[in-house]
């Protein structure tokens, strides 16, 4: 089905590259107007040549450090200013946080939690008064496989994941009175800037992928499009009755 989003306001966070590049690209390909939320302006090749292909008019990039209120805030400003109304929120920012319970520092800890726990409720917070004057939304946001189990060595970002796990619950009932459904997704392994960086700093790169790409019951990593294609349809009205769940797309990994 083309056009699936055809007539819908995006805004997507860490957009500029990604999971949240190949959503961006895929919610452009369904009819939909989108806002890249991000620090750096887009760079994906594929988004690129999507972007360009759009047009102007379909498209708008905010400078957007997820961990300051007043840049997410602008952020929806944009896409309100720009298109008259918000439909779909996409909080894909986020960061990696190596290091255990005992190991990781305060500051640490909180960079973390700042990014992808805190980011998403700004998203939120921000993302809701504007989806109620539209009649309705949806709200998805990229949590993790390692947000529904744990990990060694991965914490901070266990614990922040999570958090946007149950968030995530409390936003879909909180507001399904009000047309607005919540979901979160949760990638397994995924071929991502973050997870080449994590393999390029690691003492045999090589060892570090085959142990990560050993935890895909599949025998393969995702790639950005297998989770964007989740996106598309929870924000498309094929998804309605869908609220509040969380969405594996892990090639089984959480099934082990």
Not at 124 to 132: E, G, H, L, N, S
Not at 171 to 193: C, D, F, M, Y
Request: aromatic share 8%; glycine share 10%; charged share 20%.
């Amino acid at each position: 089905m083309a056009n699936r989003l055809s007539g819908k306001v995006a805004v997507i966070t860490g957009g500029s590259s990604g999971i949240g590049a190949a959503t961006a690209r895929l919610f452009l390909q369904e009819g939909a107007s989108v806002v890249l939320a991000d620090l750096n302006e887009p760079s994906d090749t594929k988004l690129l040549d999507a972007l360009k292909l759009a047009g102007e008019n379909r498209w708008g990039y905010a400078k957007t450090n997820v961990t300051v209120e007043k840049d997410v805030a602008n952020a929806v400003d944009v896409a309100v200013n720009k298109w008259g109304r918000l439909d779909i929120t996409v909080a894909c920012a986020g960061v990696p946080g190596q290091g255990s319970d005992i190991s990781l520092t305060e500051e640490e800890w909180d960079f973390v939690f700042a990014v992808n726990a805190k980011g998403t409720f700004f998203v939120t917070k921000y993302a809701v008064p504007q989806m109620i004057k539209s009649g309705g939304g949806s709200i998805i946001n990229i949590s993790s496989s390692y947000g529904v189990v744990g990990a060694p060595n991965y914490a901070a970002y266990c614990g922040s994941k999570g958090a946007v796990r149950t968030f995530t619950k409390s936003t879909a009932i909180e507001h399904a009175l009000q047309g607005i459904r919540a979901n979160s997704i949760h990638p397994g392994v995924t071929e991502t800037p973050m997870l080449h960086k994590i393999f390029d700093e690691a003492d045999d790169p090589a060892q570090a992928r085959a142990q990560y790409t050993s935890q895909q019951p599949n025998g393969r990593n995702a790639d950005p499009d297998d989770i964007a294609w989740g996106c598309v349809y929870l924000a498309s009205d094929e998804a309605r009755m869908v609220n509040g769940i969380e969405l594996p797309i892990d090639g089984g990994l959480l099934a082990r």
